[in-house]
């Protein structure tokens, strides 16, 4: 073999070596669509364009309280969804002659920002006469930064931190919960290619709770049966809810905690009345037959079951405003 066929088949052999510049060019776009995603929906879930065509109603009106600018409440109500969809703030006027306001959200948004609605709310309107904690009793323990990474409603919380809380107080939150984070991006984005193209929704869309005093009305098919699931139990953070208790009652606001109402065919039931009851301000406790709860979220009255949760937290408003002590 001469030198120039043996340079020759040297050059052929380098010409189809991998060189390692070119591997980078198979690489980088690899690389590079998980964080084009993320990005992506860091500026597009938390958008009024995402949720006029989000197909879902709920995340259209997510963050009500944070539209309140110059509004008396005497009656501020705070809690999860059990609040947002069981007490109907009109309902509650009528029976206590005072002004109600209903900010609860669903369980995700104080899972991940806690009590900052309440916070926003008060920098911007006069303090309410009674501000009432309204929560499910299985959600009690919520209130730090462990959150439950397998919980789909937190991307219901990681909009409103997002939307309404500032850059680098978001991206520290996110930070410590990467799963959550990337789960919110998965189905947010899902939800922008299974709705992006089609109609939104009509501008109206967005003053439902406008037209309830802040009260969400969920589906309001009966539940056929009770749920024989042990899972919901939790120990309160005693903590926080005394830190709510001491922190928020200054300035003529009276605090008031109650545990929301279950089915009296719960098999939590005793579990809750022994570990959540005795440290919530609702005694007796509450329970309503299964059909007056709504098949859409577990801790949800319907229109049946509605009117005595009212009630109950009408009776303890009218209680505290007549003996003008403290709860």
Known sequence: MSPSQTSTIANSDDASAP???????????????????????WFVLPTEWFRMRSGNTYLANLGYGTKLHGRTCDILIYGDSS???????????????LKACNIAEGVGVPEVVHLMPVDDFLAHNPRPRFLLFYFSPFNFNMFNDHWNDDLINSGE????????ESTGFALRTLLKHPTSYLSWVESGLRLVLLHGMGKPYSPDIFKLRDETGGRFVFPNKPRPACDPSTAYRALPDLAFLS???AHYAT?????????????????????????????VDNKPYLTLPISEFSNFGRAHPNDTGMPKVTAMVATQINALAHSGGDN
Do not use: F
Request: glycine share 8%; net charge negative.
């Open 251 to 279: 300035g003529g606001t009276q605090v008031i905690v109650d545990a929301a109402p279950t089915p009296d065919c719960d098999p939590n039931l005793a579990y809750y009345r022994e570990h959540v009851i005795p440290y």
């Open 19 to 41: 060189q390692p510049g070119r591997a980078w060019l198979y690489v980088l776009p690899i690389l590079l669509v998980p964080v084009v995603l993320v990005l992506t929906a």
């Open 243 to 245: 830190y709510m208790r």
């Open 83 to 97: 609040g947002m969809a069981g007490i109907d703030p009109l309902l509650l006027e009528q029976q206590t002659g």
């Open 157 to 164: 919380g990681i909009s409103y931190l997002i939307e309404h």
